[in-house]
């Protein structure tokens, strides 16, 4: 019986590779001898259902035509009737594939060579389950009261469908007016420093997206399961469904598959992630107790506590990152280096200045140039420092105004400390006043330490005093310095005015001239003020 069968495949290969035969020899081209590789695959399918692929060319007979030839002889065969059972039959070429002891098709070892690492045995095996389910299928095609019953369970399954569509739109529609309520609700409550941290607006936009996109999903994912019910009722379809669902459940195994893989290492990147977190909160409670004056050390003060915690932090996260790196799936990919390499890259390109300004910042830090609350004058900016950044520093000035000060600005700058040499809080104050060599310098003297007695903000201690600090060719320049209580710069701002107020009545008092800004020549009488004008009109005394 397996002569016969093998006599009877090799005839039909041999009579449809006949005109290719004869073509090769009227070109002169030598015959194989056995097999010749295919150009192209060729998959033989029967009633929208795949059966099996050719691979190779056999006795001359391309895949293509032997796709042809088989399945033009499955539908002979299947037309004369009978119980069309599949069996297979070994041969020393391969395995024929017979239907009712006619031969359909032949499985050579050469189409089983060509698979994806499969064995011939499941070769042969999954051509003869998907033929037999493909002959199953066109039996039942011609069935008449099985797709009357197909029909009927679509129909029925479209109906379900419907009233399920209608009620996801029901329950969705009244859902989302919820959560609406819900944001708008919600929105208001979360405050961070007396404001509102989410926008009201935004938070109802952002829900109501949230639900349609939601809604959209559960709308897809209904329907696709609808179709690939209605399409798994008829014969033909049925392979359209089956791979709709196996492409759901492939997808849905995969993501599974890939999380469960990325699982162990993913708990090795969180696990690096929260021992940093625990050893940052330990080095900021202490630093924390550094800059409260709860803990003291000698190699940072509490003044540079709050800079040298920054620097604890970024190096912690920063070895972090470097240890959990390898761990976070799809680290080792080719795309997740590239956009590393590319960050990096942006990085060290453009962020230059802003490791100038942060490496400047540092620096006065660590130099102690000057701390939150002290008086300077950084260039022609004179106020208060009321933050030190990372990159900038920030002072107000008596006059209403807050400038912000680049580090690197201030590190090349002459800065002047006016509170790192008062005592305790407050800062120096300093007046010039120039006087002709005429009037005699003690007397200058008395009258510029009366103006600071005279001013209710100059302290007594320390004492001010007077500095002759320069002999001009028309007149004598005298410094009066003395020290001031406010700490804010709009307070020292009006000291600055209300001394100099003081200095010039004392001189208008005692007679004196001031000869700024500049001395041409005597004046016939001595431009003061008199006592008795010093309220004129529309000034009231006090």
């Known amino acids: 019986m397996r002569r016969l069968v093998l006599l009877l495949a090799l005839a039909v290969a041999t009579a449809v590779a006949a005109p290719t035969s004869r073509a090769q ?136 469908y419907a009233a399920v569509v209608w009620v996801l739109l029901v329950i969705g529609r009244r859902l989302t007016r919820r959560m609406l309520h819900f944001a708008h609700r919600t929105s208001r409550k979360i405050r961070v420093g007396g404001g509102a941290l989410v926008h009201r607006h935004r938070a109802i936009v952002f829900t109501s997206r949230i639900m349609r996109f939601a809604g959209w999903a559960l709308l897809l994912l209904v329907t696709y399961e609808w179709l690939g019910y209605v399409l798994g009722r008829f014969p033909y379809t049925r392979p359209w469904s089956e791979h709709l669902h196996g492409f759901l459940v492939d997808t849905v195994v ?85 956009v590393s390499v590319l960050l990096g890259l942006m990085i060290s390109v453009g962020a230059s200045g802003i490791v100038g300004q942060a490496a400047s910042g540092l620096i006065l830090m660590y130099t102690k140039t000057y701390r939150v609350g002290d008086y300077v004058r950084i260039g022609e900016a004179e106020g208060t420092v009321m933050r030190m950044g990372v990159f900038t520093t920030h002072i107000r000035t008596g006059l209403g105004e807050d400038l912000s000060i680049p580090n690197a600005t201030v590190l090349g700058t002459v800065t002047r400390n006016f509170s790192r040499a008062a005592p305790g809080a407050g800062f120096m104050l300093e007046s010039s006043v120039t006087i002709g060599y005429d009037v005699p310098w003690r007397q200058v003297r008395a009258m510029l330490l009366d103006a600071a007695r005279a001013t209710r903000e100059v302290a007594p201690r320390p004492e001010a ?12 320049e005298y410094m009066l310095v003395c020290y001031a209580r406010p700490v804010l710069a709009q307070a020292r701002a009006d000291v600055i005015s209300d001394l100099h107020a003081a200095i010039i009545d004392a001189f208008n008092e005692h007679g004196v001239q001031i000869m700024s800004p500049h001395y041409f020549g005597d004046p016939a009488q001595p431009k003061v003020v008199a006592r008795e004008q010093w309220y004129a009109p529309p000034a009231e005394p006090p």
């Open 465 to 476: 005093r007077v500095l002759v600090t320069r002999l001009s060719d028309f007149y004598v």
């Open 25 to 160: 020899a009227h070109s002169g081209a030598e015959p194989s001898e056995a097999s010749v590789p295919a150009a192209a695959p060729a998959t033989l399918s029967l009633f929208n259902r795949p059966v099996m692929t050719f691979r190779q060319t056999v006795l001359g007979v391309p895949p293509a035509d032997r796709a042809s030839i088989a399945r033009d002889r499955i539908h002979a065969i299947l037309e004369r009737g009978g119980e069309n059972k599949v069996a297979v039959e070994t041969i020393p070429q391969g395995n024929v594939i017979t239907i009712d002891g006619r031969v359909a098709f032949v499985v050579s070892h050469d189409d089983d060579a060509a698979g994806a690492g499969e064995t011939s045995e499941a070769v042969v095996g999954d051509v003869v389950a998907a033929l037999t389910r493909a002959i199953a299928e066109s039996r039942e095609a011609r069935d008449s009261s099985f797709m009357l019953r197909a029909a009927a369970y679509s129909l029925a399954a479209t109906a379900i």
């Open 254 to 338: 995969t993501i599974l598959v890939s999380i469960a893989q990325a699982a162990p290492e993913l708990l090795v990147a969180i696990l690096i992630f929260l021992i940093a977190h625990t050893v940052n909160r330990v080095q900021r409670g202490f630093f924390e107790g550094v800059s409260a004056g709860k803990v003291r050390v000698g190699w940072v003060d509490k003044d540079t506590a709050a800079a040298t915690r920054r620097l604890f932090s970024l190096a912690i996260w920063l070895f972090a990152a470097v240890m959990a790196y390898p761990y976070i799936p799809g680290s080792a990919s080719d795309a997740f280096k590239g």
